[in-house]
T-cell receptor, first 114, second 116 residues
Framework: NAGVTQTPKFQVLKTGQSMTLQCAQDMNHEYMSWYRQDPGMGLRLIHYSVGAGITDQGEVPNGYNVSRSTTEDFPLRLLSAAPSQTSVYFC?????????????FGPGTRLTVT | AQSVTQLDSQVPVFEEAPVELRCNYSSSVSVYLFWYVQYPNQGLQLLLKYLSGSTLVKGINGFEAEFNKSQTSFHLRKPSVHISDTAEYFCAVSGNSGGSNYKLTFGKGTLLTVNP
């Protein structure tokens, strides 16, 4: 199993550009989520999905879009990048949206918006 | 809603010394508690979790944590640390009663630096 994979590892964008961060998992997990990590802030939930076709907002959803057409993939779209979106982005998955289920994290995408 | 406070943003220790990383939480419902570790330039990895039962939980790499309901704490301990334990440690909490309570809420992290 590859686990949770994310591409790209690094990305530099100019303000106003759009892009998609890719996330895939091969563990047949129902639940997937996107977090952003900023220094001294811990991880904050952006969007999550409890299964194909079902998504919902987390704590900091503004400026981001998601969709879940398959169980395996959960891309995160930045519609019009802003410097405030400079961050490290982590995708995670777990068997179910249940607190007893361990979340498995990808290696992260480091995004810089200039 | 839940919240997590990690009381120390940085903890420097010498190799082979004991360490305690402190975590307090608040919640209006019963909780599940987690500690994750993040090594430099990597994702997060689960160290241990408390779901129910014994309040002393053992995890990987010799770490353990004790759930204290009355003090709403879940402190992480290791009796003797190694250089390789240098990492950032995150405490996380979720409710256990369904719906939005299942969401994981993370603390801001504690950077453990083990010096030779």
């Amino acid at each position: 199993n590859a686990g949770v994979t994310q591409t790209p590892k690094f990305q530099v964008l100019k303000t106003g550009q759009s892009m998609t961060l890719q996330c895939a998992q091969d563990m047949n997990h129902e639940y997937m989520s996107w977090y952003r990590q900023d220094p001294g802030m811990g991880l904050r939930l952006i969007h999550y999905s409890v299964g194909a076709g079902i998504t919902d907002q987390g704590e900091v959803p503004n400026g981001y879009n998601v969709s879940r057409s398959t169980t395996e993939d959960f891309p995160l779209r930045l519609l019009s990048a802003a410097p405030s979106q400079t961050s490290v982005y982590f995708c995670a998955s777990s068997l179910r949206e249940g607190s007893g289920y361990e979340q498995y994290f990808g290696p992260g995408t480091r995004l810089t918006v200039t | 809603a839940q919240s997590v406070t990690q009381l120390d943003s940085q903890v420097p220790v010498f190799e082979e010394a004991p360490v305690e990383l402190r975590c307090n939480y608040s919640s209006s419902v019963s909780v599940y508690l987690f500690w994750y570790v993040q090594y430099p330039n990597q994702g997060l990895q689960l160290l241990l979790k408390y779901l129910s039962g014994s309040t002393l939980v053992k995890g990987i790499n010799g770490f353990e944590a004790e759930f204290n309901k009355s003090q709403t704490s879940f402190h992480l301990r290791k009796p003797s640390v190694h250089i390789s334990d240098t990492a950032e440690y995150f405490c996380a909490v979720s409710g256990n009663s369904g719906g939005s309570n299942y969401k994981l809420t993370f603390g801001k992290g504690t950077l453990l630096t083990v010096n030779p």
